[in-house]
């Protein structure tokens, strides 16, 4: 009997234990994610969603993509501007009326590279036109993961408002199956504009603290309290119950 009563308090005590460690595993990352459209006047019949995680000054990113033109290098950014609308161009973005739109006419909508979404090495503004280390959409989609982004903390938080937003370059203008044709890129002239030319677009929307997601370019903050209340009294309540049988049934064999 008081074995078993030895027993089940252990077991309610580690329980507690339990409730009490499992906090660390919840710990409150947020992240925001996208829809990716076509941008405006591209040619691009394209779709995709991302969803990038903050932890701290570390990112991780997910994304997927269809609809590119295969086979080819696709620069892919995470783009943020202070000055931005936050938000996805239009054909009203054409300044100079060639009914295409060009990653420079496309910045007052989305802003600079803050990250570039590169395979492998350097993540920074400085490779955001590192072709050999960018997807290049076999049978035309991408399908990209990327965690332990380093980034500073103003671009952590930049992300984290939901108003950046991820841009997939790459278009075919012309439909010959390459990046060709006599117009040069806005960014290095030694490219055709098809190269670099934006493709799919998607801010990276943040939801409420606490929100949970639902798709279609939502987000979530993990609510760490809730969920450590919530898995402490489950585990409290089963080590109780476990307890209580013991000793129920040591009471009988006696």
Same mark, same amino acid.
């Given at each position: 009997?008081?074995?078993?009563?030895? %027993?089940? +308090?252990?077991?309610?005590?580690?329980?507690?234990?339990?409730?009490?460690?499992?906090?660390?595993?919840?710990?409150?990352?947020?992240? &925001?994610?996208?829809?990716? *459209?076509?941008?405006? +006047?591209?040619?691009?019949?394209? #779709?995709?969603?991302?969803?990038?995680? %903050? #932890?701290?000054?570390?990112?991780? &990113?997910? =994304?997927?993509?269809?609809?590119?033109?295969?086979?080819?290098?696709?620069?892919?950014?995470?783009?943020?501007? /202070?000055?931005?609308?936050?938000?996805?161009?239009?054909?009203?973005?054409?300044?100079?009326?060639?009914?295409?739109?060009?990653? $420079?006419?496309?910045?007052?909508?989305?802003? @600079?590279?803050?990250? #570039?979404?590169?395979?492998?090495? @350097?993540?920074?503004?400085?490779?955001?036109?590192?072709? @050999?280390?960018?997807? $290049?959409?076999?049978?035309?989609?991408?399908?990209? /993961?990327?965690?332990? %982004?380093?980034?500073?903390?103003?671009?952590?938080?930049?992300? !984290?408002?939901?108003?950046?937003?991820? &841009?997939?370059?790459?278009?075919?203008?012309? *439909?010959?199956?390459?990046?060709?044709?006599? $117009?040069? #890129?806005?960014?290095?002239?030694?490219?055709?504009?098809? !190269? $670099? @030319?934006?493709?799919?677009?998607?801010?990276?929307?943040?939801?409420?603290?606490?929100? =949970?997601?639902?798709?279609?370019? =939502?987000?979530?903050?993990?609510?760490?309290? +809730? =969920?450590?209340?919530?898995?402490?009294?489950?585990?409290? &309540?089963?080590?109780? +119950?476990?307890?209580?049988?013991?000793?129920?049934?040591?009471?009988?064999?006696?």
């Amino acid at each position: 009997m008081r074995t078993t009563t030895r %027993i089940a +308090g252990a077991s309610i005590a580690a329980a507690a234990s339990l409730a009490l460690a499992v906090g660390p595993a919840f710990a409150a990352d947020s992240w &925001v994610s996208a829809n990716l *459209k076509p941008v405006a +006047g591209n040619g691009v019949q394209g #779709s995709g969603t991302a969803q990038v995680t %903050i #932890s701290g000054t570390e990112v991780k &990113v997910e =994304m997927a993509a269809t609809g590119l033109l295969p086979d080819q290098p696709h620069a892919a950014h995470i783009h943020y501007g /202070e000055a931005a609308r936050h938000e996805c161009p239009t054909l009203g973005d054409d300044t100079n009326d060639d009914h295409h739109l060009n990653t $420079t006419e496309g910045g007052p909508a989305y802003g @600079d590279i803050v990250v #570039s979404l590169t395979k492998t090495g @350097d993540t920074s503004p400085k490779s955001g036109l590192a072709v @050999d280390r960018f997807d $290049t959409a076999p049978g035309g989609k991408i399908s990209y /993961e990327r965690g332990r %982004i380093n980034v500073t903390s103003a671009v952590a938080e930049d992300i !984290a408002s939901g108003e950046a937003a991820i &841009v997939i370059h790459g278009v075919d203008y012309n *439909k010959d199956g390459k990046y060709s044709g006599d $117009t040069k #890129s806005d960014l290095d002239p030694t490219l055709p504009t098809e !190269a $670099t @030319d934006p493709a799919l677009c998607g801010v990276l929307v943040a939801a409420p603290a606490g929100g =949970m997601q639902t798709g279609g370019g =939502m987000s979530s903050t993990t609510n760490d309290n +809730g =969920m450590l209340l919530a898995v402490g009294g489950v585990a409290l &309540v089963a080590a109780a +119950g476990s307890g209580a049988v013991a000793a129920r049934r040591a009471r009988a064999r006696g």
